[in-house]
Nanobody, 125 residues
Framework: QVQLVESGGGSVQAGGSLRLSCVASGYALRSYCMGWFRQTPGKEREGLAV????????IYADSVTGRFTNSQDNAKNTVSLPMNSLKPEDTALYYC??????????????????WGQGTQVTVSL
């Protein structure tokens, strides 16, 4: 059963911006961490950002630090990823995910059990 739904992907020119959103429902509302990941053909899934749902502390991958922001709106059961200064290498399928282990503030997809369907981001020159 779907518990996470991403939206906000699209096509932009290099240097542009997009804002991804992920709406949680059901058991996903009880996660300890929410994370953002991306994947391109032929590459391993890359962790981008993780937010601890109790308090909002965040960590980021070096590749997105200073360009992407991870935030949550508990009233709307939503986490968001505003993305600025996008580069062609940011082109990927982006996923949000929920972790249910206590120690989840690491960029490791193995800690995340529930996943959204993905939203495509394409950045052109």
């Amino acid at each position: 059963q779907v518990q996470l739904v991403e939206s906000g992907g699209g096509s932009v020119q290099a240097g542009g911006s997009l804002r991804l959103s992920c709406v949680a429902s059901g058991y996903a509302l009880r996660s300890y961490c929410m994370g953002w990941f991306r994947q391109t053909p032929g590459k391993e899934r890359e962790g981008l950002a993780v937010i601890y749902t109790s308090g909002g502390r965040t960590i980021y991958a070096d590749s997105v630090t200073g360009r992407f922001t991870n935030s949550q709106d508990n009233a709307k059961n939503t986490v968001s990823l505003p993305m600025n200064s996008l580069k062609p290498e940011d082109t990927a399928l982006y996923y949000c995910a929920a972790a249910y282990v206590h120690f989840c503030m690491v960029l490791d997809s193995g800690n995340f059990n529930s996943w959204g369907q993905g939203t495509q981001v394409t950045v052109s020159l």
